[in-house]
T-cell receptor, first 112, second 115 residues
Framework: DVKVTQSSRYLVKRTGEKVFLECVQD?????MFWYRQDPGLGLRLIYF???????EKGDIPEGYSVSREKKERFSLILESASTNQTSMYLC???????????FGDGTRLSIL | AQKITQTQPGMFVQEKEAVTLDCTYD???????LFWYKQPSSGEMIFLIY??????QNATEGRYSLNFQKARKSANLVISASQLGDSAMYFC????????????FGKGTMLLVSP
């Protein structure tokens, strides 16, 4: 079974802090994704990566950056956290093509 | 325009009944894929079923089936014999072949199954 692990289920940070959300997958997938999920808005793609050190902006990249130094690990970085980044963050990985994306359990991030 | 539309914010069904969750999509790409995911209150996204645009038959996975009507651009999820554990948010998503393997999600439908 594919395992996608997000480092924290719940996280509370203060405005202005630099926040790191970590995601690790164990299936050697090329593609990894970061989404945020807000009530009534569904899942929105922040950034994705199709290979080590490669990244592409999704639909809502503002205020975020990512890092993929190793194939199994994809990090989401909030450079200077703001209250409007309070959300559920979901990481996913996939082989691509018609293969489904496999998701981690999510991180509920609160910015105070 | 929204690429994935789920018009039902919430649905109620009694245990053991069948339920259909609607999904319409918009794409000009001739090759695409449609996915359904389930998200229980615990938060994890669970992949349920996949339908490719060139698949001749409707996809089925256990109690889940996909009513794929290509001309209408609809891909409705049918859950037969609902169970209490089916209570969750359900998301329809589309992958278009013209780009990377990214998915566009609908806003979801909350399904509540009552005894």
């Amino acid at each position: 079974d594919v395992k996608v692990t997000q480092s924290s289920r719940y996280l509370v940070k203060r405005t202005g802090e630099k926040v790191f959300l970590e995601c690790v997958q164990d299936m050697d997938h090329e593609n990894m994704f970061w989404y945020r999920q807000d009530p009534g808005l569904g899942l929105r793609l922040i950034y994705f990566s199709y290979d080590v050190k490669m990244k592409e902006k999704g639909d809502i990249p503002e205020g975020y950056s990512v890092s993929r130094e190793k194939k199994e690990r994809f990090s989401l970085i909030l450079e200077s956290a703001s209250t409007n980044q309070t959300s559920m963050y979901l990481c996913a990985s996939s082989l691509g093509g018609h293969q489904p994306q496999h998701f981690g359990d999510g991180t509920r991030l609160s910015i105070l | 325009a929204q690429k994935i539309t789920q018009t039902q914010p919430g649905m109620f069904v009694q245990e053991k009944e069948a339920v259909t969750l609607d999904c319409t999509y918009d794409t000009s790409d001739p090759s695409y894929g449609l996915f359904w995911y389930k998200q229980p209150s615990s938060g994890e996204m669970i992949f349920l079923i996949y339908q490719g645009s060139y698949d001749q038959q409707n996809a089925t996975e256990g109690r889940y089936s996909l009513n794929f009507q290509k001309a209408r651009k609809s891909a409705n999820l049918v859950i037969s014999a609902s169970q209490l554990g089916d209570s969750a948010m359900y998301f329809c998503a589309m992958r278009e072949n013209s780009g990377y393997s990214t998915l566009t999600f609908g806003k979801g439908t909350m399904l509540l199954v009552s005894p």
